[in-house]
């Protein structure tokens, strides 16, 4: 398993997600599971396919930490692991799903929510700002749409999408709608797997906005893992793609 993840400035980012691979290893230790990312952080994933080509690996199973299919899933990810893989000879790549949807992420959503002190008896009362990345990309913002159309139905007073960059609303404007509307507690659950600038700003946004409760992150969580391995599974079955030095 080749975990791809975008990579940031943010030392918290590569930390975050290293904790996340190594709970998979610790869930499925037969399974080789290394780390590569985008940007700022090593090893790129060329680095990453070619020392596994040298160490003997002929199968890799990509896949994307990202929750949404955006311009990374769409185009990033298929480019570097075609051109990584034109170099190394009868490497056969899966690419798995992106993470989201998933009911997996939404118990993510809710045990952090739990840890900064909701707890379930305060569905009925409690609008929640679903508070992601953000992205020009339509079907992601559909996506998320959908993702709290489908949470709002498990119980909780209202459930708003909101976004740190490309679209809104931003977080403090779905916080203070929220508040207009007569919602007495308010909670933002920021659908981002690591910390960094954007999450940050979501974290500020609720803040100025007077939000009762800030969830973190989903991080290193159980559900994350577990995430992980079901989309790693998905594409086992699923033909490869064989690269040789003459394609």
Known sequence: MLVIAHGSRDPRHAATVHALTRRVRA?????RVETAFLDFDGPTVEQCMASLHLAGVREIVALPLLLTRAFHAKSDIPA??????????????RTADVLGPSPLLLANLERRLWEAGLTPADRATTGVVLASAGSSDPEAIAVIAETAREWRHTGWCAVRPAFASA???RTEDAVRALRAEGVRRIAVAPYVIAPGRLPDRIAAGAEAAGADVVAEVLGPSPELARLLLRRYEDALRVPARVSSLAA
Do not use: G
């Open 27 to 31: 869930l499925r230790p037969e399974v």
């Open 167 to 169: 679209v809104l609303p």
């Open 80 to 93: 570097v692991l075609a051109a990584a893989a034109s170099h190394l000879p009868d490497l056969s790549v």
